[in-house]
Every structure is written in structure tokens, then in C-alpha cells.
């Protein structure tokens, strides 16, 4: 039997004026996974994700969310979604649980449970000591687990994170992951995930999807995308081959230029 899906896009196209920045993206997330969308700056993975969860106009092709359409039920979906963005979302005006409360009512939680609500998101993240402390004392891996907390504050069936560690020491990574794994593990919640560190996508995903200019143009377990470039391979040396980057192979040409202009060097004295 095939697996329910979370997210299904077929054919999706979207452009800024001439630029082309997701270009003909056929997408799969099956539920209850942690699906990784992996890829250099300016691949489309954070415009495929804004269209996922109604933040950009529909695009061409077609996008539901556990069986809603993107274009026709924004509302349905946006109530399916949990999601944090690569910008730092919180206020550091208010306290922890003013912000969790705030995306409480922005999420139509009704006021009898919004707040055992907000204090289970808080609790889930492990920010209950800090609750009341306003956000701008807070670290930046706090931060992100407060955001993380807001996300999480209309149950959602479908976790959207963008680059959610990004700047985070290995000590708040850590801690940021450790969190959504516990919360998945006790509502079963799919997770959509972008990031540029492939150890954590190594590490926390089910399945990943590579893209590049736009496509994607790898698909697989990170076991499977392994294997097929070969043994003793990294995530990064997937990344690398599947993407074909000319920037990567422009640099490593001019280091071999470096290298080969010292080695010279030193023999001329």
C-alpha cells in the first residue's frame, strides 16, 4: 500500500520577472517523514516552500497539502502548517509566552484552551523556566526553539522549518533537533526541512530531495544518495556531484593555480 502524502506537487513552476526560480518541480513528501529539501543558495528550495504554505501566489502546476489544494483552500492548509522561516520571527519586545500566545490568536486557537496551549508548546521545546523572560535575552538557540514553539501551537499536521539551525553553534543545533524529534515521535507530525548542513540531514532525514537551478536532480534516502556516487561517500560529496557546481569547480581551479604558483615559487627561491 502506498504511503499517505503529506505534500504532492506536480509540475511546479514559479517566476520572479525573467528569473526562473522553481521550474517544473514534481515533489513527494510522504507522511509522518522528515523530508529534507537540500541545495546551493538560489536553488528554489525556500520559494518552493512559500508556495507550500500559501506565502507566495499559486503557482503553475498544482500543490496539496494532505489532500488540499494550495490554490483553492489557502485556509485549510495554513491551518494544516506549522512553519518557521529563515528570519528570525520572534519579538524581542515581548516575553516567551506573550509570543507563543500572540500566534495562539493568530492561529484562531480558541481562548478556553489557548492558554494550556501555548504553555504545552512551551513545555515541548523546553522553555517553560523562560517563559516569561522577554525573547531579546534570549540565545539564539532559544530563539529558534521559541519559534519553534509558536509553530507548534495549532498542532500542526505538516512542519515547515527553513534553515532552522542556521548560525547556531553545534550545541543549540543540536538542541533545536532533539526537540522537533520529540515532538514528532509523540504526534507523529511530517517535517519539510531545509538546510545547508548535511550532517543534520544525514542525521534526522528520512528522505531528501537535492535541487539545483530550479529542478530537482537527485531523490532518496541519504543511504541511497550515498551509494550512488560511491563507497566512503559523504552527503557532501553527494551535494557536490549532483549539483555540478561550477562555482566549486572554479574555485578548486584557481586553488590548483595558488598551489602550483607556490610550488614554483619555492623552487625559484
Known amino acids: 500500500m502506498t504511503a499517505p502524502l503529506a505534500v504532492r506537487g506536480t509540475a511546479i513552476r514559479h517566476r520572479f520577472g525573467d528569473t526562473v526560480a522553481v521550474d517544473g518541480v514534481d515533489l513527494n513528501v510522504p507522511a509522518g517523514m522528515v523530508f529534507g529539501l537540500l541545495g546551493p543558495n538560489g536553488a528554489g528550495k525556500t520559494t518552493t516552500l512559500r508556495m507550500i504554505t500559501t506565502l507566495l501566489p499559486a503557482p503553475i502546476g498544482s500543490i496539496e497539502v494532505f489532500g488540499v489544494d494550495v490554490a483553492r483552500h489557502k485556509l485549510a492548509v495554513r491551518r494544516l502548517l506549522g512553519y518557521v522561516p529563515q528570519q528570525l520571527s520572534a519579538d524581542g519586545a515581548l516575553t516567551g509566552r506573550q509570543n507563543v500566545a500572540l500566534f495562539a490568536r493568530l492561529f484562531d486557537v480558541p481562548r478556553a484552551r489557548r492558554r494550556h496551549v501555548v504553555d504545552l508548546s512551551l513545555e515541548s521545546v523546553g522553555l517553560t523556566d523562560v517563559a516569561d523572560r522577554t525573547a531579546g535575552t534570549y540565545s539564539g538557540g532559544m530563539i529558534r526553539r521559541l519559534e519553534l514553539a509558536q509553530a507548534l501551537v495549532n498542532a500542526p499536521r505538516l512542519l515547515v522549518l527553513d534553515e532552522p539551525t542556521i548560525g547556531l553553534d553545534p550545541i543549540g543545533r543540536a538542541s533545536v533537533w532533539d ?3 520529540e515532538v514528532r515521535a509523540s504526534t507523529g507530525m511530517t517535517v519539510l526541512v531545509t538546510t545547508h548542513y548535511m550532517d543534520e540531514a544525514d542525521q534526522h532525514c528520512d ?7 530550479g529542478r530537482i536532480c537527485a531523490l532518496g534516502t541519504p543511504a ?7 563507497p566512503d561517500t559523504t552527503l557532501d560529496d553527494v551535494f557536490r556531484a549532483a549539483t555540478g557546481d561550477r562555482l566549486a569547480s572554479d574555485a578548486g581551479e584557481r586553488m590548483r593555480n595558488v598551489r602550483a604558483t607556490r610550488r614554483t615559487a619555492h623552487r625559484l627561491g
Open 179 to 181: 526537540h522537533i524529534g
Open 207 to 213: 528522505r531528501i530531495a537535492l535541487m539545483h537551478r
Open 224 to 230: 541511497e544518495l550515498k551509494a550512488g556516487v560511491g
